[in-house]
């Protein structure tokens, strides 16, 4: 199973030749992740009140294959990994049959008073697989 939006391309996601421009690319994809997060009962603004933890990115990594334009309908997917204190979202996007980007961002599990990995809750590691 995977968690899948669409992004409509909008003008101001556009470069001046109407073509989507990578950092609102990676936008499309941080707003998927929040999408699921939020979607699976674990939006990222709660998880501080929670648990006393977050979960921020550490590294990031995408093949832009194809240009998308303003109005286009790009379908991205996101499927995740659970590690011991870390989560491997992964990404494909697609419009119409061309792949648009592939990826992975990878999160770790950390406490708000501390800055090294822990455990994933075992409910919120049940939420992501079962996406």
């Known amino acids: 199973m995977s968690f899948t939006r669409t992004w409509?391309?909008?003008?101001?996601?556009t470069d001046p030749f109407g073509i989507a421009h990578y950092p609102r690319?990676?936008?499309?994809?941080h707003e998927t992740s929040d999408m699921c997060m939020?979607?699976?009962?674990?939006?990222?603004?709660e998880l501080n009140d929670r648990y006393?933890?977050?979960?921020?990115?550490?590294?990031m990594d995408f093949d832009f294959t194809s240009q998308v334009n303003g109005g286009d309908e790009v379908e991205i997917e996101l499927d995740a990994t659970v590690g011991d204190s870390?989560?491997?979202f992964n990404y494909r996007a697609t419009h119409e049959s061309d792949v648009v980007f592939e990826g992975?961002?990878?999160r770790v599990c950390v406490p708000l008073d501390g800055d090294s990995g822990i455990e994933v809750p075992d409910d919120l590691r049940e939420s992501l697989e079962n996406i």
């Open 8 to 13: 409509t391309v909008r003008f101001s996601d």
């Open 25 to 29: 690319m990676i936008d499309a994809i």
């Open 38 to 45: 939020d979607e699976i009962g674990w939006p990222y603004w």
């Open 52 to 59: 006393g933890l977050g979960l921020p990115l550490v590294s």
């Open 86 to 88: 870390s989560i491997e």
């Open 104 to 106: 992975t961002e990878y």
